[in-house]
C-alpha cells in the first residue's frame, strides 16, 4: 500500500482559515463532509502516513479520489454550511442518525380560529405549537382526556368545527362534553382563546398557578356551601394532579433544558434525549446512529445538536442543552443555536446534583438500547444466517460456525484472575453452557488465556455419562432404565474466539497444538480498531462496519467480557465475606449491611473507625476490630487468592455455581 494518497494537495495549498471540506469519489459522489476551524490542520490529519490512521479512516481516504474545501468567513458559518451540506449529500461516512421510531405529539393548532388539540407525528403543522414526543400514542390521548377537564379547549375535526359554526347547532364531541371550543356554543372565541393559552402556560411549566387557584376556588366554593362548584374544582384538581404525577419533578421548576444521555462503542451509539419544560420530563426521545470512520466523544455531542437542532426554531431550542462533554466548538454552537432560539442558550455539563443524577438515568437508558439496538440484529433467523456465513467466508472456514465459544480474562491489578467462556449456537446465546475459570497462578493474561483453553479443551470428546432412572412397565412393576449421554461441556465448537490481538491469539493456537486440536477455528477481536486476528498472520481480518458477522462478534466479546466482569466481582465479594467472619461478634446480617452501606470492597477497605461505626449494629470497639482486620488481612490478601483452580459452570445470569463437568 501507497504511503501517499495521490489527491494529496501540494504543501502550503490549503488555507488556514475555517471552513467545510468534502471528500469525493471517483464518480464524483460526496463521501464525507467535515468543518474545521483551521483547515490546513484539519486536513493533514487525513493525508498522514496510512499506516498510522484508523482502519476506518484509512478506508474512507482510499476510497475517495479527490478533496475539495470551501472557506467561510466564521466558525459558525462552517457550522451551518457542514449541517447544509450533510444534509443535502448524506454522505455515507458521516454518522447515520435515525429514530427508533415516528414518535407521537400533542399539538396545539395556534394557526386556526379557534385552536385545537390533536395527536400528530407531523411536525411541519403551520403555526402549530407542539408537546412532547411521547413514548406511546394512548399517553397522548390519556393526558389530553384529563387536560380537556381542567382547559376544555376544542377537540372536534375542522369539518365539524365549520359545520356547527354554520347552524348554530353544537358539535357531536361538545354535545357529549368532550370538545369546549366556540362550536360547543359554550364559550366566545376570544374566550376559548384565552383557555389555549392557559392550557399552553400549563403544559409549559406554570403548573403551580393552576393548581393554587383550583385550590382557592374550591375553598371559597365550599366555604360558601357551593358543593357542586366545589366538587367541579375537586375533580379538576385531580386532572391535574393526575398529568403531574406523570411527569416528575426532575428539576427547578424554573429550569427549561433539553439533557443527552449518549452509550457508544466503535461501530454505533444510542442516544436519549430527555425534554425538560418547567423542570419536569415533558418527552423522551429515543435515537441510534451508526458511525463509519472514528470519532470523538466530543465529536459525536456536535453532531447530534447539529441533527436535532438543525430545523428548530423559537422554543423549540431551550434556554440550556446537559451533554455528557463539550463539544470542541462548544462557543459556536452556542451561537448556532442561539440565532434559532432568539435567545441565549448555554450548552453544559451536567456535573453535579439532580442534572448529574439525571444524566446517570439517561446514560443508563442509552445503554440499554444501545443493548436492544445490537441484539436486534441478531434475533431474526435470516440475519443470523448471514452473519455466520459471512463469518464463514471472513476467516476462512470449512463451516459455518454453529457453535462459537469466546473467552475473556479479567483481572484487578493483576490480583482475581478470572475468565469466562460464553456460548453461542446458531448465532443464539447458551446461557446454560457459560463458564467461568479461576486462575491462581499466571504470568500474564496470554498465560491465563492458554490455561484456560488447556482445561476446557481437555473435556471435549469426553466420554458418555451412565445415568439411571426410575420407570414402570404396563403391569405397574418397577424398572430400572439406565440411559447414556455425552455430557454438553463435551462438544466441540467450530470457532474459538478470544478478547484480545495477536499475542492471545498466538496464546490460544498454542493451547489447541497441545491439545492436537486441527479441527477448531480460532481468532481474536482487538477493541481498538475492531480487527479480527488469526494465528500465524501479520495483518488483521477487517470487516465492514455494517457486516452482521461483526456485530455477532462484538456481542460475543461483550457478552463474555460482562460475564467475566460479574463473576470477579462476586467472588471479591465471597473473599471479603469469609475475612470479615473472622472477626468475633461479625455475623452474616452484619456483614451484609456493611458491604450494602459501603458499595464496595475497596472502599470498605479504605473505611476508617468513625466511618465503620456509621453503620447500624457497628459500635466503637467493633468498628475498631473491622478495621485493624481489614488492614491486617491487606498485607496477606495475595496468598488468599491462591485458592485451588477450579473449573465452574453458571447456568444464567445468575452465576450460579454449577458441578464441574467430568472427563
Given at each position: 500500500?501507497?504511503?501517499?494518497?495521490?489527491?494529496?494537495?501540494?504543501?502550503?495549498?490549503?488555507?488556514?482559515?475555517?471552513?467545510?471540506?468534502?471528500?469525493?469519489?471517483?464518480?464524483?459522489?460526496?463521501?464525507?463532509?467535515?468543518?474545521?476551524?483551521?483547515?490546513?490542520?484539519?486536513?493533514?490529519?487525513?493525508?498522514?502516513?496510512?499506516?498510522?490512521?484508523?482502519?476506518?479512516?484509512?478506508?474512507?481516504?482510499?476510497?475517495?479520489?479527490?478533496?475539495?474545501?470551501?472557506?467561510?468567513?466564521?466558525?459558525?458559518?462552517?457550522?451551518?454550511?457542514?449541517?447544509?451540506?450533510?444534509?443535502?449529500?448524506?454522505?455515507?461516512?458521516?454518522?447515520?442518525?435515525?429514530?427508533?421510531?415516528?414518535?407521537?405529539?400533542?399539538?396545539?393548532?395556534?394557526?386556526?380560529?379557534?385552536?385545537?388539540?390533536?395527536?400528530?407525528?407531523?411536525?411541519?403543522?403551520?403555526?402549530?405549537?407542539?408537546?412532547?414526543?411521547?413514548?406511546?400514542?394512548?399517553?397522548?390521548?390519556?393526558?389530553?382526556?384529563?387536560?380537556?377537564?381542567?382547559?376544555?379547549?376544542?377537540?372536534?375535526?375542522?369539518?365539524?368545527?365549520?359545520?356547527?359554526?354554520?347552524?348554530?347547532?353544537?358539535?357531536?364531541?361538545?354535545?357529549?362534553?368532550?370538545?369546549?371550543?366556540?362550536?360547543?356554543?359554550?364559550?366566545?372565541?376570544?374566550?376559548?382563546?384565552?383557555?389555549?393559552?392557559?392550557?399552553?402556560?400549563?403544559?409549559?411549566?406554570?403548573?403551580?398557578?393552576?393548581?393554587?387557584?383550583?385550590?382557592?376556588?374550591?375553598?371559597?366554593?365550599?366555604?360558601?356551601?357551593?358543593?357542586?362548584?366545589?366538587?367541579?374544582?375537586?375533580?379538576?384538581?385531580?386532572?391535574?394532579?393526575?398529568?403531574?404525577?406523570?411527569?416528575?419533578?426532575?428539576?427547578?421548576?424554573?429550569?427549561?433544558?433539553?439533557?443527552?444521555?449518549?452509550?457508544?462503542?466503535?461501530?454505533?451509539?444510542?442516544?436519549?434525549?430527555?425534554?425538560?419544560r418547567g423542570g419536569r420530563v415533558r418527552g423522551v426521545r429515543a435515537s441510534t446512529l451508526d458511525k463509519e470512520i472514528d470519532i470523538s466523544g466530543a465529536?459525536?455531542?456536535?453532531?447530534?445538536?447539529?441533527?436535532?437542532?438543525?430545523?428548530?426554531?423559537?422554543?423549540?431550542?431551550?434556554?440550556?442543552?446537559?451533554?455528557?462533554?463539550?463539544?470542541?466548538?462548544?462557543?459556536?454552537?452556542?451561537?448556532?443555536?442561539?440565532?434559532?432560539?432568539?435567545?441565549?442558550?448555554?450548552?453544559?455539563?451536567?456535573?453535579?446534583?439532580?442534572?448529574?443524577?439525571?444524566?446517570?438515568?439517561?446514560?443508563?437508558?442509552?445503554?440499554?438500547?444501545?443493548?436492544?439496538?445490537?441484539?436486534?440484529?441478531?434475533?431474526?433467523?435470516?440475519?443470523?444466517?448471514?452473519?455466520?456465513?459471512?463469518?464463514?467466508?471472513?476467516?476462512?472456514?470449512?463451516?459455518?460456525?454453529?457453535?462459537?465459544?469466546?473467552?475473556?480474562?479479567?483481572?484487578?491489578?493483576?490480583?482475581?484472575?478470572?475468565?469466562?467462556?460464553?456460548?453461542?449456537?446458531?448465532?443464539?446465546?447458551?446461557?446454560?453452557?457459560?463458564?467461568?475459570?479461576?486462575?491462581?497462578?499466571?504470568?500474564?493474561?496470554?498465560?491465563?488465556?492458554?490455561?484456560?483453553?488447556?482445561?476446557?479443551?481437555?473435556?471435549?470428546?469426553?466420554?458418555?455419562?451412565?445415568?439411571?432412572?426410575?420407570?414402570?412397565?404396563?403391569?405397574?412393576?418397577?424398572?430400572?432404565?439406565?440411559?447414556?449421554?455425552?455430557?454438553?461441556?463435551?462438544?466441540?465448537?467450530?470457532?474459538?474466539?478470544?478478547?484480545?490481538?495477536?499475542?492471545?491469539?498466538?496464546?490460544?493456537?498454542?493451547?489447541?497444538?497441545?491439545?492436537?486440536?486441527?479441527?477448531?477455528?480460532?481468532?481474536?477481536?482487538?477493541?481498538?480498531?475492531?480487527?479480527?486476528?488469526?494465528?500465524?498472520?501479520?495483518?488483521?481480518?477487517?470487516?465492514?462496519?455494517?457486516?452482521?458477522?461483526?456485530?455477532?462478534?462484538?456481542?460475543?466479546?461483550?457478552?463474555?467480557?460482562?460475564?467475566?466482569?460479574?463473576?470477579?466481582?462476586?467472588?471479591?465479594?465471597?473473599?471479603?465475606?469469609?475475612?470479615?467472619?473472622?472477626?468475633?461478634?461479625?455475623?452474616?446480617?452484619?456483614?451484609?449491611?456493611?458491604?450494602?452501606?459501603?458499595?464496595?470492597?475497596?472502599?470498605?477497605?479504605?473505611?476508617?473507625?468513625?466511618?465503620?461505626?456509621?453503620?447500624?449494629?457497628?459500635?466503637?470497639?467493633?468498628?475498631?476490630?473491622?478495621?485493624?482486620?481489614?488492614?491486617?488481612?491487606?498485607?496477606?490478601?495475595?496468598?488468599?487468592?491462591?485458592?485451588?483452580?477450579?473449573?465452574?459452570?453458571?447456568?444464567?445470569?445468575?452465576?450460579?455455581?454449577?458441578?464441574?463437568?467430568?472427563?
Amino acid at each position: 500500500m501507497a504511503e501517499e494518497l495521490p489527491y494529496k494537495p501540494r504543501q502550503g495549498e490549503i488555507p488556514t482559515d475555517p471552513g467545510v471540506y468534502r471528500f469525493r469519489d471517483a464518480q464524483g459522489r460526496v463521501l464525507y463532509v467535515g468543518k474545521a476551524k483551521n483547515l490546513r490542520q484539519r486536513l493533514s490529519n487525513y493525508f498522514a502516513p496510512l499506516r498510522t490512521l484508523h482502519e476506518r479512516t484509512r478506508r474512507m481516504v482510499t476510497t475517495a479520489a479527490s478533496v475539495e474545501w470551501t472557506v467561510v468567513p466564521t466558525d459558525v458559518d462552517s457550522l451551518q454550511l457542514e449541517y447544509m451540506w450533510i444534509k443535502e449529500f448524506d454522505p455515507p461516512f458521516n454518522v447515520r442518525y435515525k429514530d427508533d421510531k415516528s414518535y407521537p405529539f400533542m399539538a396545539i393548532t395556534l394557526a386556526d380560529e379557534a385552536p385545537r388539540v390533536i395527536v400528530t407525528r407531523n411536525r411541519r403543522i403551520p403555526g402549530a405549537k407542539y408537546f412532547g414526543p411521547y413514548p406511546k400514542v394512548w399517553a397522548v390521548h390519556d393526558t389530553i382526556d384529563l387536560m380537556i377537564k381542567v382547559f376544555p379547549i376544542r377537540t372536534c375535526s375542522d369539518a365539524s368545527y365549520r359545520k356547527a359554526m354554520q347552524t348554530g347547532r353544537p358539535c357531536f364531541p361538545g354535545q357529549i362534553g368532550k370538545c369546549g371550543g366556540p362550536c360547543s356554543m359554550k364559550v366566545t372565541i376570544a374566550e376559548h382563546r384565552a383557555m389555549v393559552d392557559d392550557f399552553i402556560a400549563f403544559m409549559e411549566g406554570g403548573d403551580e398557578r393552576f393548581t393554587r387557584d383550583l385550590t382557592r376556588r374550591m375553598h371559597e366554593a365550599s366555604a360558601a356551601m357551593d358543593y357542586e362548584s366545589a366538587a367541579k374544582y375537586r375533580d379538576q384538581l385531580s386532572s391535574i394532579e393526575a398529568v403531574l404525577g406523570r411527569s416528575a419533578l426532575v428539576l427547578p421548576q424554573d429550569e427549561d433544558a433539553d439533557l443527552f444521555g449518549i452509550a457508544e462503542d466503535e461501530l454505533s451509539a444510542a442516544i436519549q434525549h430527555f425534554v425538560i419544560r418547567g423542570g419536569r420530563v415533558r418527552g423522551v426521545r429515543a435515537s441510534t446512529l451508526d458511525k463509519e470512520i472514528d470519532i470523538s466523544g466530543a465529536e459525536l455531542v456536535d453532531q447530534i445538536l447539529q441533527r436535532v437542532y438543525g430545523e428548530a426554531s423559537g422554543e423549540q431550542v431551550p434556554r440550556r442543552v446537559l451533554v455528557p462533554s463539550l463539544p470542541d466548538d462548544t462557543v459556536e454552537l452556542e451561537e448556532w443555536l442561539r440565532e434559532r432560539r432568539g435567545k441565549k442558550v448555554e450548552i453544559a455539563v451536567a456535573q453535579r446534583g439532580q442534572r448529574a443524577e439525571l444524566m446517570r438515568n439517561a446514560t443508563l437508558n442509552a445503554q440499554q438500547a444501545l443493548i436492544r439496538h445490537k441484539t436486534r440484529r441478531s434475533s431474526d433467523y435470516t440475519t443470523r444466517t448471514q452473519a455466520l456465513t459471512d463469518l464463514q467466508d471472513a476467516l476462512g472456514l470449512d463451516e459455518a460456525p454453529l457453535r462459537i465459544e469466546c473467552y475473556d480474562i479479567s483481572h484487578l491489578s493483576g490480583t482475581n484472575v478470572v475468565a469466562s467462556m460464553v456460548v453461542f449456537e446458531d448465532g443464539l446465546p447458551r446461557k446454560d453452557q457459560y463458564r467461568s475459570f479461576n486462575i491462581a497462578e499466571t504470568t500474564d493474561d496470554t498465560d491465563s488465556m492458554y490455561q484456560v483453553l488447556t482445561r476446557r479443551l481437555a473435556h471435549i470428546d469426553a466420554p458418555e455419562e451412565t445415568a439411571e432412572t426410575a420407570a414402570f412397565d404396563e403391569n405397574g412393576e418397577e424398572l430400572v432404565v439406565t440411559e447414556r449421554r455425552k455430557p454438553r461441556f463435551a462438544y466441540p465448537p467450530q470457532l474459538l474466539i478470544v478478547d484480545g490481538g495477536k499475542p492471545q491469539v498466538e496464546a490460544a493456537a498454542r493451547a489447541l497444538r497441545d491439545a492436537g486440536r486441527s479441527d477448531i477455528g480460532l481468532c481474536g477481536i482487538a477493541k481498538r480498531l475492531e480487527e479480527l486476528w488469526l494465528p500465524g498472520e501479520d495483518y488483521p481480518v477487517i470487516l465492514p462496519r455494517t457486516s452482521e458477522a461483526l456485530y455477532l462478534v462484538q456481542r460475543l466479546r461483550d457478552e463474555a467480557h460482562r460475564f467475566a466482569i460479574t463473576h470477579q466481582r462476586k467472588r471479591r465479594r465471597r473473599d471479603i465475606a469469609s475475612i470479615l467472619a473472622e472477626v468475633p461478634g461479625l455475623g452474616a446480617a452484619r456483614i451484609k449491611t456493611l458491604l450494602r452501606h459501603f458499595g464496595s470492597v475497596a472502599a470498605l477497605r479504605r473505611a476508617d473507625a468513625a466511618e465503620i461505626q456509621e453503620v447500624q449494629g457497628i459500635g466503637p470497639t467493633l468498628a475498631e476490630a473491622i478495621r485493624v482486620h481489614l488492614a491486617g488481612s491487606a498485607a496477606v490478601s495475595g496468598s488468599r487468592e491462591g485458592v485451588e483452580s477450579v473449573l465452574v459452570g453458571a447456568g444464567s445470569d445468575s452465576d450460579a455455581a454449577q458441578t464441574p463437568p467430568s472427563g
